[in-house]
């Protein structure tokens, strides 16, 4: 029976030793019958071949021979605090599922975000994920991170479409910063412009540079509807309707919502467009050559029809991508290489490539020192039951095809938080495979 663990969430952690028949911790290094060693600090300590890793007796070890052990994966898209409102929401439309959205919300108190986010964050760590980019308006998804040992980055969503709630909304973001200052080290905060349609324009403004003068990353909704577009360009749809009916000042037309944020000073490295469905050729040039990062959430988009962003382009332009899930509430679990699978089949993007949107290559976007094992970085790692293939495309295929049911183990900061087998979750086990 499969297991998973809620704690300990700090402190030291019984070292591992983790061999695979094959260990592929970067991307240009490949490990056949290798081993991780990890530290009572939840770092690496060596990875390589089994015979040159060391095994430090009484060290707790784990062999899988048919099984390939990768960095953790990285969920670049969540929002945990909506895990309770699962099969909730039925509306497919976009509109109309975006107020059933907020009707239930409005009902849901703090201990039910926090329930939430952490059922969220064990389901995401039985599919294998160790970081998450989340986002949220509770703030319980920090919490829970740091109470439970897990990792990333919750960006804090800042709503008023109405200019005469600007204050209130940034108010209520610095109070979630301040707050961050206890937290983690593995758990940080950022700030979430939401959407255009959800946010003034002067707001807009007034988040990014708050949130660049305090150092912090910053993320939104972008591109990913056709009544988002129809909002932005000509201040039409739902959207725009929805704002005469309040009486609010549409924002001046824009190209694309790229362009709109564009000229809102809104976009750098430091902003990860979510969605990114819909954008010109001259968005894309613009992402690429100031190294803007997407997060693709392919299963949401096509839960609301909103089409599929250009995968292939993104890529072959040199746009930063991660993979997310979106929430439960669009999509049905948190399964990040079911993601994968549609960015490589229908994105049809070279499989090693996406797997390094789930790990090595976003793990560079993101820093923090993870999306690799090395000895030093955080030991973070997913082990898949996968037979091991000849040369880097046929393995990776190998491992997006296996998919969720393939997920072995995962190890979050050298601490086992899932396992198929409960023993590895034992700290006093002697032997976990």
């Known amino acids: 029976m499969a297991a998973t663990s809620a704690g300990p969430a700090l402190g030291s952690v019984p070292p591992l030793r983790l061999r695979a028949g094959l260990i592929w911790p970067e991307r240009d290094r490949r490990i056949v019958d290798g081993a991780v060693l990890t530290g009572a600090d939840g770092r690496v300590v060596a990875v390589g071949a089994d015979a040159d890793v060391p095994a430090p007796a009484g060290v707790r070890s784990a062999h899988w021979p048919d099984a390939v052990l990768l960095p953790g994966f990285i969920n670049a898209h969540t929002h945990l605090e909506l895990h309770g409102l699962r099969g909730a929401i039925p509306e497919e439309e976009f509109f109309a599922w975006l107020q059933h959205i907020r009707r239930a919300k409005e009902a849901l108190d703090t201990s039910a975000f926090a329930a939430a986010a952490r059922a969220g964050l064990q389901e995401a760590w039985r599919h294998g994920t160790t970081y ?6 509770a703030g319980a998804t920090a919490r829970v991170l740091a109470e439970a040992g897990g990792a990333g980055v919750y960006f804090h969503e800042v709503i008023a479409p109405d200019p005469a709630g600007a204050d209130a909304a940034l108010a209520e973001a610095a109070a979630v910063v301040e707050a961050a200052e206890t937290l983690p080290p593995r758990v940080a905060v950022g700030v979430s412009p939401h959407a255009p349609y959800t946010v003034s324009p002067r707001l807009v403004e007034r988040a990014v540079q708050w949130a660049r003068a305090s150092g912090l990353p910053l993320a939104g ?7 988002e577009w129809a909002f932005v360009t000509a201040g039409e749809g739902a959207f725009g309707a929805s704002w005469r009916r309040r009486g609010l000042p549409l924002p ?10 564009r000229a809102r000073g809104a976009l750098a490295s430091d902003y990860w467009v979510i969605h990114g469905v819909r954008l010109t050729d001259e968005d894309i040039r613009y992402l690429a050559s100031e190294r803007i990062p997407v997060a693709l959430c392919p299963r949401s988009n096509r ?30 679990d948190l399964d990040v290489l079911a993601e994968a699978r549609v960015v490589a089949h229908q994105g049809k993007v070279d499989p090693v490539a996406v797997l390094g949107m789930l790990t090595w290559d976003v793990g560079r976007t993101i820093g923090n020192d993870v999306g690799a094992l090395r ?20 393995q990776a295929a190998a491992v997006l095809d296996g998919g969720a049911a393939a997920v072995r183990a995962t190890v979050a900061s050298g601490r ?9 979750l034992e700290p006093d086990s002697r032997g976990i495979g």
């Open 132 to 137: 998450v980019l989340d986002t949220g308006t």
């Open 221 to 227: 909704h972008v591109a990913e509807s056709e009544a």
């Open 252 to 261: 001046p037309p824009a190209a694309s919502p790229v362009a709109y944020l």
């Open 303 to 332: 839960r609301h029809g909103h089409g599929f962003a250009r995968m292939a382009d993104l890529h072959a332009a040199g746009v930063p991508l991660g993979i997310g899930t979106d929430s439960v509430a669009s999509v049905d």
């Open 375 to 394: 000895p030093g970085g955080w030991a973070d790692v997913v082990v898949l039951a996968c037979d091991r293939a000849e040369g880097a495309d046929a």
């Open 416 to 424: 086992c938080v899932y396992s198929d087998d409960p023993a590895i």
